[in-house]
């Protein structure tokens, strides 16, 4: 496997069914291709309101949740095909950073625990003092103070301290990619911005790839290279962060920007249209999942899916107001946004 395998999701649809006989479906994901990582590992910020489908498309990427149409592949390789030797090298490479900064620690280890038994166990330190060493320079390479923090129970640190923690021990076995979802909603605002710098130093230093699933416009727009967004399950519009915030194509994305009541990172967004955000996932099977709350709809936006057209060089968005453009893939954009910005 080369040195910066790709993480590939191709058409991927992930549909929930429940009810007697799964009559009541609900459209997660609907045919999503997006590249990760590669030769040229950007940051791409995954953004939509609650239930939108940024979750399920962290957990299909991290074969936690398979896809019901489509693929994902690492590397060329489908991910559901691969052996124990091919899912142990792809669990190490492919790391990932949760919303919970304490959910995800055991109370009654120390929380050096969490960075030294994965290095013991992937073979990348020999002994336990080596793989000890090795998690002191990642907890300082996210900020913190190994000799504050090793030795420390979970609860004696605050929740900035626990997830920086987190991100340390997903960085300690040298992955190539990081999906983070909402990594900073449950820290203090103050320290927001300190790790997310820590997280765009990894990119810009180390050539991780980040995935960063996020409902705060602000900082997607402070860390990210391509800005997709996401609602009902549809990618809505996705490219270069400057294009996509400050001159938004889509219906959707436009409402989100105004939604945003001020600069401040502190202040999530929300649609000032008084109306339910009506489970983004279960929208009209047809048509715009977007339509219904849409000030231009027309028509044909609830009988017919947009495809996403490409309005600009860096940039496409699926609605039918842009459908004079070709058709393209959020991978075609993210690839003219890597390309644009690597120089050519
Ligand atoms: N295991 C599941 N079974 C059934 N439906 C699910 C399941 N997981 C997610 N869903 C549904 O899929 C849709 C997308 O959910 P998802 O958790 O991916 O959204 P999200 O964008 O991460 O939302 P949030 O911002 O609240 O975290 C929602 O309608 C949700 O109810
Ligand atoms: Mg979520």
New binding site residues.
Partial sequence: MTARPELVAEAAS?T?S?GFGGRLR?H??RGLTLRVGGERPAITAVV??????????L?LLLGFQAPTAGTVSFGGRPVAAFGPAERRDFRRRVQAVFQDPFDAFNPFWRVEHPLVAPLMAFGLAPTRAVALEQSAAALAAVGLNPGETIGKYPHQLSGGQRQRVMIARALAVDPSILLA??PVSMVDASLRATILESLWKMNRERGIALVY?T?DLTTAYQVADVVLV?YG?MVMEVGAAEEVIHRPRHPYTSALVEAVPSPDPQVDWKLGDGREAA????PPALGCPFAPRCPHAMPRCTAERPALFRTDAMRAAACFLHERAAAATPAAIQAAVAGAEGGG
């Fill in positions: 992930v929930f429940a609900t997660a994901l939509g309101e609650s239930g939108s489908g940024k979750t399920t498309l957990r979802d909402e699933v409902h996401l399950g489970e983004p996932g279960r």
